[in-house]
């Protein structure tokens, strides 16, 4: 059993910050694990927001948060964090953490999503 876990959402006014964490637990080889933050708007598909590969040498983001947000982790505490800075309207979402065998070996691993709210 694999669980993820997110918390650090929250309600936030426009250019202001949060900082999401995601923990894993139960059998899963962290460092094995592409990590993913994902988001979901109310009547939009859930899109890509940033992933970090195993080693957490490389990096992609969708390009609506580029140079904004940062995503990161820490293999030796199975955790994965995103730094999201100067946080607009549109990022309103629940953001949800996503684990991805690169093998294809196993199924992936999803979190049970965080609400991030940006309002004035």
């Known amino acids: 059993q694999v669980h993820l876990v997110e918390s650090g959402g929250g309600l936030v006014q426009p250019g202001g910050s949060l900082r999401l964490s995601c923990a894993a637990s139960?059998?899963?080889?962290?460092?094995?694990?592409?990590m993913g933050w994902y988001r979901q708007a109310p009547g939009k598909q859930r899109e890509l927001v940033a992933t970090?590969?195993?080693?957490?040498?490389?990096?992609n983001y969708a390009g609506s948060v580029k140079g904004r947000f940062t995503i990161s982790r820490d293999n030796a505490k199975n955790m994965v964090y995103l730094e999201m800075n100067n946080l607009q309207l549109e990022d309103t979402a629940v953001y949800y953490c996503?684990?991805?065998?690169?093998?294809?070996?196993?199924?992936?691993?999803w979190g049970q999503g965080t609400q991030v709210t940006v309002s004035s």
């Open positions: 996503r684990g991805s065998d690169p093998r294809g070996v196993f199924a992936d691993y």
């Open positions: 139960g059998s899963i080889i962290f460092n094995m694990y592409v």
């Open positions: 970090i590969t195993t080693s957490g040498g490389m990096t």
